[in-house]
């Protein structure tokens, strides 16, 4: 990814707080990235070796890459691959788009590349890819007023070729624009050193090029450190955006940012850029600020998937729930404050995953599950609720 020896860092940023409000739907999506999936796509992204392009092991990455979205219930309609060349290679950049609700035909990118040279790069930048499939596995199912991509290039490696090829022929098409870009969030290299104190996160905004959309990317920016803050326990440094695969927009005049580990770890395009070399537990912080601020761009619905009792709609209607205890062994208890007839109880894992599912049954036998984190989602005619429990036995 990034030449250059040096990173500049202009300012620490904690500002204008106040701007945005803190939003507890989003606070509960961003808790369901978990170091598991994280440590898990780190690990199998290393395992395909050197990624580079036009490499088998460059495609097998790729086909990696779609059979996790599928796996997240992603189909073949959601996703389109733009080849391009370089030299004698052929490659494909993997776009997955989500659509909005209320603007279907302007979109948030969030995207990285899955390119390697030299080493598995693993922080650069299987770092940002695991990110990229977390944020999508969770906004899944979320409904979003803005359309979002996932996108996956390849070809950064030899400067910015797959994404180049991307905004020059699908985002612009015979000098025209056809994509309505709101921003474009690029994720590269942020998985720090393992024993550094990986608490701080750099933002990248625009300070040069088109200057017409530096406004604009200095105020999304600004927003980037206010979710990162609201959304994740890092601290936030303000820089420049350089060298990555949002550049090929910005010469467009579309408006960007991004991430990009503040302590570097220097192992970059070299042998040494391997999972046990980075820091696991940074790359998830990132995960958490990340989905906190997609959210927020693409203004994601705020009727929270992991309700409490005071913001449910079956409340609002006076059917207010109690799902106990908390934490629970083997027997977790659904009582409603006014009597329901119908109603089923679906229990899922933190990976989305359906465990228990249960019709008109207040007593609800979890002997089965293992210690961990649950979803229970309630549904009835008015409404759907969900409670986060603990089994711990």
């Known amino acids: 990814m990034k030449k250059v020896a040096a990173l500049l860092l202009t300012s620490i940023a904690l500002q204008n707080m106040g701007a945005q409000s803190f939003i507890q739907a ?3 999506r961003a808790d369901m990235v978990t170091q598991a999936n994280i440590t898990t796509n780190l690990q199998e992204f290393a395992g395909f070796g050197v990624k580079k392009t036009g490499t088998t092991a460059n495609t097998n990455a790729l086909d990696w890459l779609k059979n996790k979205y599928l796996s997240y219930g992603y189909t073949a309609s959601n996703m389109s691959e733009d080849t391009f060349t370089y030299g004698s ?3 494909k950049n993997l776009i997955i788009t989500k659509t909005g609700n209320v603007y279907p035909n302007k979109y948030v990118i969030i995207c990285g590349h899955y390119d390697t040279i030299v080493g598995p790069g693993v922080s650069d930048n299987g770092s940002g890819t695991s990110i990229i499939l977390e944020a999508a596995r969770i906004l899944k199912n979320i409904p979003t007023e803005y359309s979002i991509k996932f996108i996956h290039f390849s070809g950064e490696e030899q400067g910015l070729v797959g ?14 624009q056809v994509l309505d870009i709101k921003l474009v969030l690029n994720i590269d290299q942020v ?3 393992i024993g550094n104190n990986n608490n701080t996160i750099t933002c990248e905004r625009d300070t040069g ?7 604009a990317s200095n105020a999304v920016t600004q927003e980037l450190m206010n979710c990162t803050t609201l959304y994740s326990p890092l601290q936030t440094h303000l820089s420049y955006a350089y060298s990555s695969d949002y550049m090929p927009f910005e010469a467009k005049g579309y408006t960007i940012t991004g991430f990009y580990e503040y302590l570097r770890s220097e192992n970059e395009h070299t042998v040494n850029d391997t999972f046990a070399n980075l820091d696991p537990v940074y790359i998830f912080n990132v995960g958490k600020a990340a989905v906190g601020a997609l959210q927020h761009f693409a203004v994601a619905s705020t009727a929270s998937n992991l309700l409490s009792t005071n913001d449910t709609s079956l409340q609002k209607s006076g059917e207010a729930i109690r ?3 908390n934490p629970a062994k083997d027997l977790v208890t659904v009582e409603f404050q006014q009597k329901v007839k119908e109603f089923k109880v679906e229990v899922n894992d933190m990976a989305g995953n359906t465990v228990l599912s249960f019709e008109n049954q207040e007593k609800i036998n979890t002997s089965a599950l293992e ?4 979803t229970f989602t309630i549904k009835t005619d008015k409404g759907n609720t969900t409670k986060k429990i603990i089994i711990n036995k």
Do not use: C, I, K, R
């Open 26 to 28: 989003y606070e509960d």
């Open 323 to 325: 799902v106990y205890p």
């Open 209 to 215: 090029g088109v200057s017409s959309n530096n406004t």
């Open 163 to 176: 994404s180049s090829h991307y905004v020059n022929n699908v985002a612009y098409q015979n000098g025209s």
């Open 371 to 374: 210690n961990g984190v649950y």
């Open 89 to 91: 290679s052929t490659s």
């Open 191 to 193: 998985g720090g050193l």
